[in-house]
């Protein structure tokens, strides 16, 4: 299915774990939505023309770097040929992705073709511990498919870096609780990741907090109390949900008492 782009293949494969192509169309429907993309359907699972078969390239590209953590595929589209043998039955399998032949640093992933949807490619390139993901969509040429994803990789592995953004990354939230039998409630947050960035994406980055501004009490531990965003431009790149990591009960009558009975015995300040 992999290597020489067996529609067959993909067929069998669908009926085998779907019990049919239109419910196994559906699970793949299901399986994008569950990784958050939202505009894409899939009407079989060989990516022959329908009309309620379509997604974009972004999609594409975060279906491919999620598919690629399964070390079987990962290793099948960086495979340039093997020979299979069934029995008696013996036959070469070649990729059809020339890059793995033409680019060194080519490990994937996979062709495509239809008349509709003309030459596509999403092609994966690996140097220096960073890899990159290029899609092409509706290329007029076999030529330019290879041609175009090749000069997109090369150019992700000049313009990009990896950053350790870490320092954005140390949050300390306080928050005022109302009749609750603390004051504030306090809480520090660290993390750390880094990221492929260009140098004008790295100088962008800000962060965005939306925190409750006060808690009434009572409030249950594990309630959602806010989020934390770490942002370029509109694209947010790092995002915290934070939630209540103790009960706040309302404040009793003896609370009461005791502040006001240590109140009274706090040190007068001089004028």
Do not use: W
């Amino acid at each position: 299915m992999l290597l020489p782009s067996g529609n067959d293949c993909a067929y069998t494969v669908g009926i085998h774990l779907g019990g049919s192509i239109s419910d196994f169309a559906k699970m793949m429907t299901d399986k994008a939505t569950e990784l958050g993309i939202t505009d894409t359907s899939f009407a079989n699972p060989h990516g022959l023309d329908d009309d309620n078969h379509y997604t974009s390239a972004l999609s594409m590209a975060l279906i491919t770097r999620y598919a690629l953590n399964n070390k079987y595929i990962n290793e099948a589209v960086n495979t340039k040929e093997i020979t299979i043998t069934f029995g008696s039955f013996t036959k070469t399998l070649t990729n059809t992705n020339a890059l793995l032949r033409t680019y060194e640093y080519a490990d994937g992933v996979k062709t495509g073709f239809t008349n509709g949807a003309n030459r596509c490619l999403v092609a994966s390139a690996t140097k220096d511990n960073s890899r990159y993901i290029a899609v092409i969509l509706g290329a007029e040429t076999t030529e330019k498919r290879f041609g175009e994803a090749k000069e997109l990789l090369e150019a992700c592995f000049e313009r990009y870096k990896k950053r350790d953004i870490s320092k954005y990354l140390n949050f300390y939230i306080n928050i005022p609780t109302i009749k609750g039998n603390i004051s504030f409630y306090e809480r520090s947050y660290s993390d750390h990741l880094e990221l492929p960035l260009t140098d004008e994406e790295f100088e962008k980055i800000y962060i965005k907090q939306n925190i409750i501004p006060s808690i009434d009490a009572p409030l249950s531990i594990g309630t959602n109390i806010g989020d934390i965003k770490v942002l370029i431009d509109d694209e947010v790149i790092y995002s915290k949900e934070l939630y209540l990591e103790e009960n706040i009960n309302k404040k009793e009558i003896m609370d009461y008492i005791h502040e006001g009975l240590k109140n009274m015995f706090l040190p007068k300040s001089k004028i």
